[in-house]
């Protein structure tokens, strides 16, 4: 049976009106825990984490790492991609490093990433596709592993990781991150992979705390 429309409507206005009710129960608990709480996060805010995260409304940054608001600074886009001509991100990332002195960023992805898997096949999607077009070209420099890889489930969680590497490595070269390092500014850059299935972290292991290891083309004076 098809709900008409009046149906449609009573149900989209009730869960739009339950957001509203839900804020009210978020207030209500929190102040019945700490009275101060809005006061003290209303002061300011200094994070430690900047996170680079996937869109997906399946992979929130503090409750996968049992963080409280104020500890991480998030940008989120599909795919979780650090492209370096992206305003958004490197307005983000300098505002993080060189304001807010952030310690860490950390670029997650997770598996089963509709992004990551778009790009693998040859569907058009829309406008995203241009912006897809970024992890094609993570396809492109790793093809030969990808490639060998029969099972399409493990090349696809392979690609994920691939893409939150190279993103991990897009940002050790923006001239923001070389900066800081230059500069004496403590800050690591790590990729992070979420499995959606068990809710646990993989470290990628690609931490960078300098551009010692960076290709010289890339290296800023
Ligand atoms: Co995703």
């Known amino acids: 049976m098809c709900p008409t429309e009046d149906n449609?409507?009573?149900a989209t206005d009730e869960l739009y009106?339950?957001?509203?009710?839900?804020?009210k129960q978020f207030v209500k608990d929190t102040l019945d825990s700490d009275p101060q709480y809005f006061e003290k996060l209303a002061a300011g805010q200094s994070p430690p984490v900047l996170w680079i995260g996937c869109a997906d409304s399946r992979v929130p940054a503090n409750q996968i790492t049992n963080m409280p608001p104020g500890e991480i600074f998030v940008?989120?886009?599909?795919?979780?991609?650090?492209?370096?001509?992206?305003?958004?991100?490197?307005?983000?990332?300098?505002?993080a490093v060189n304001v807010l002195k952030v310690k860490h960023v950390v670029v997650t992805g997770h598996y089963g990433c509709?992004?990551?898997?778009?790009?693998?096949?040859?569907?058009?999607?829309?406008l995203i596709d241009n912006w897809l077009r970024?992890?094609?070209?993570?396809?492109?420099?790793?093809?030969?592993?990808?490639?060998?890889?029969?099972?399409?489930?493990?090349?696809?969680?392979?690609?994920?990781?691939?893409?939150?590497?190279?993103?991990v490595y897009n940002l050790c070269k923006t001239?923001?991150?070389?900066?800081?390092?230059?500069?004496?500014?403590?800050?690591?850059?790590?990729?992070?992979?979420?499995?959606l299935k068990t809710g646990i972290i993989t470290d990628m292991k690609v931490s960078a705390y300098d551009n010692e290891n960076m290709d010289t083309v890339f290296k800023l004076k």
């Open 8 to 10: 449609f409507q009573q």
């Open 17 to 23: 009106h339950s957001l509203l009710e839900g804020n």
């Open 75 to 95: 940008h989120r886009n599909i795919a979780n991609m650090v492209v370096h001509s992206d305003m958004n991100m490197l307005s983000v990332l300098d505002y």
């Open 114 to 126: 509709g992004g990551v898997l778009a790009a693998m096949g040859n569907q058009q999607v829309g």
């Open 134 to 167: 970024h992890i094609k070209d993570v396809y492109r420099l790793h093809k030969e592993e990808l490639d060998s890889i029969d099972d399409a489930t493990e090349r696809g969680n392979r690609f994920v990781e691939l893409n939150v590497i190279e993103s």
């Open 175 to 195: 001239s923001i991150v070389q900066n800081a390092w230059k500069n004496g500014q403590k800050l690591g850059v790590h990729g992070w992979v979420y499995s």
